[in-house]
């Protein structure tokens, strides 16, 4: 289980802050603890006052050169007022390199007001992250043109998907390929669900002759769900209603899809375009524990939070809710834009 979340559920339940730091210090002593937990255990021992606590293991720790919080470190001796010597950073530093855990030391902010050497080593892991970022953006926008090419609906359905939830900031760049293939998408959906002995009349549509041209694409995709049986295919259904901004039937077509993280995830992004935020709180709060094992989830459920703190007009707590997602994740670049842009409310988020 992610620490974070144990955390959580125990300060819900009104655990005292004493209790649950005893209990993370027996946790952080397990053999097969995760790094990140042990980061984020030592995180809360800190904040909490145990500093001499969290500063125990660290003897243990450096003899075994093991999952050693780094970044930690420098900071209890913060908290004291005690400035370490700039060797003794720098051996800190060469440790942490020769356990390949450098970035997470060099992001100690306290780090680039040493000197103008630290600043710089910084600066190079954020160039080295963005590289590193973008590369990943290409390679997925590399399968997104493959699989539209070679027609694998399905594979480039799920490669959209994710490049949106990932880059939600960049949809303009995938614009060309979801407007593209989703009248083949549709055709294929029809084609695959479509009984031998149905005549074509049966998908016959009444549309108006005076509506709109995205109110006929509405129209003619309630029809296609009406006359789909195979739930499996009404998420196909459901992305084509948000390709098209149709918030409203995409959220009614996913009810038909099994309960997984897609279909939560689908929930919660149609009722915030929706602006209906009490709706979606309900539903992170009714989900959230369904699916706490998927972290990518999770920090979308994080961000989402956010969102509906920004729409009820809570802005220094979405603020916040930010800065923990951040904490977490200070690579999560629609987080970071939203930040921004709710410290200028006319951007609009």
Sequence with gaps: MHLELYIQNKLKAGTETKVLAMSLLEKITE??????????????????????????????????????????????????NISLPESIIELLYEGSKECKQSPSLLLHPSLKNIDSKWAERTQRLYRYKEKKWLEKKERLLSKIEFFYNEQLLSDLNDAIDKFNRIYPEAKDDIKKYTDSYKEDWAREVVKKNKPPYVKKETFSLEIKEDSDDLALKKQWLTALLEKTPNSASHKDITVLFIMIDGFEEAYQAIQHHPEDSVKTWIQIECLLELEKFLEANELI???????????????????????????????QQAIRALDTLLSIDPFYRSAASLKNRSHNPKAGY
Excluded: C
């Excluded at 293991?57 to 004291?80: A, G």
């Design 31 to 80: 053999k097969n603890i995760s790094q990140k937990n042990i980061e984020i255990a030592t995180q809360f021992l800190i904040r909490s006052g145990f500093l001499k606590s969290a500063f125990m293991q660290y003897s243990v720790r450096f003899k075994e050169k093991s999952k050693i919080p780094w970044p930690h470190f420098i900071e209890i001796f913060n908290r004291q």
């Design 285 to 315: 709060k009714s989900k959230k524990q369904d699916f706490k094992e998927d972290k990518d989830l999770q920090l979308a459920i994080l961000y989402a939070q956010a969102r509906i703190l920004l729409g009820v007009g809570k802005v």
